[in-house]
T-cell receptor
Framework: GAGVSQSPRYKVAKRGQDVALRCDPISGHVSLFWYQQALGQGPEFLTYFQNEAQLDKSGLPSDRFFAERPEGSVSTLKIQRTQQEDSAVYLC??????????FGPGTRLTVL | GENVEQHPSTLSVQEGDSAVIKCTYSDSASNYFPWYKQELGKGPQLIIDIRSNVGEKKDQRIAVTLNKTAKHFSLHITETQPEDSAVYFCAASEVTGGGNKLTFGTGTQLKVEL
């Protein structure tokens, strides 16, 4: 069956631009997570949704980062006024509640 | 919050040998410990996981052990093959009804040489 998909796979932005990253979770998965993975590092938690409710946003690094999942399925991570330190791979994962997380391929964001 | 340390950062073995990667965690509330394999340009792929109510789990050539007292867990890969070459991440979380955000280690680059 279809796994987690993310788009775009690559995004280049000029410093100061806004970007939007999309995640399509596995159908029926209630839980959705966003992680940020810097080069050579492990993924770091950003935020968590259960259905449309954002239950944990403790990992968002600044108020420039915003995530939503309005209908409890597709999610969008938005970064406003991008900075060079935002350059990373952004990973989305979905799961049934309390179960193993399945990751998408990620979006590689490069801020020039 | 949880802190996960992983060693070694790089590991090179000969094909057919065993590979062992070790992790420690800090939060005694953590009760779920997955291992992920990440190939270049791809997302992490779950290869095995263990929950705190068991001490060992095996799936073909892969096994994971957990020592809750010492807060250690390890990944063991036997009869390594070139296709096992990748970056491996351990992770820890506390599974609750509200979700289970993962805290990852820094990764181990495994290279299996012919």
């Amino acid at each position: 069956g279809a796994g987690v998909s993310q788009s775009p796979r690559y995004k280049v932005a000029k410093r100061g631009q806004d970007v939007a990253l999309r995640c399509d979770p596995i159908s029926g998965h209630v839980s959705l997570f966003w992680y940020q993975q810097a080069l050579g590092q492990g993924p770091e938690f950003l935020t968590y949704f259960q259905n449309e409710a954002q239950l944990d946003k403790s990992g968002l690094p600044s108020d420039r980062f915003f995530a939503e999942r309005p209908e409890g399925s597709v999610s969008t991570l938005k970064i406003q006024r991008t900075q060079q330190e935002d350059s990373a791979v952004y990973l989305c994962a979905s799961s049934l509640v309390g179960a193993e997380q399945f990751f998408g391929p990620g979006t590689r964001l490069t801020v020039l | 919050g949880e802190n996960v340390e992983q060693h070694p950062s790089t590991l090179s073995v000969q094909e057919g040998d065993s590979a062992v990667i070790k992790c420690t965690y800090s939060d005694s509330a953590s009760n779920y410990f997955p291992w992920y394999k990440q190939e270049l340009g791809k997302g992490p792929q779950l290869i095995i996981d263990i929950r705190s109510n068991v001490g060992e789990k095996k799936d073909q050539r892969i096994a994971v052990t957990l020592n809750k007292t010492a807060k250690h867990f390890s990944l063991h890969i036997t009869e390594t093959q070139p296709e096992d070459s990748a970056v491996y991440f351990c992770a820890a979380s506390e599974v609750t009804g509200g979700g289970n955000k993962l805290t990852f280690g820094t990764g181990t680059q495994l290279k299996v040489e012919l």
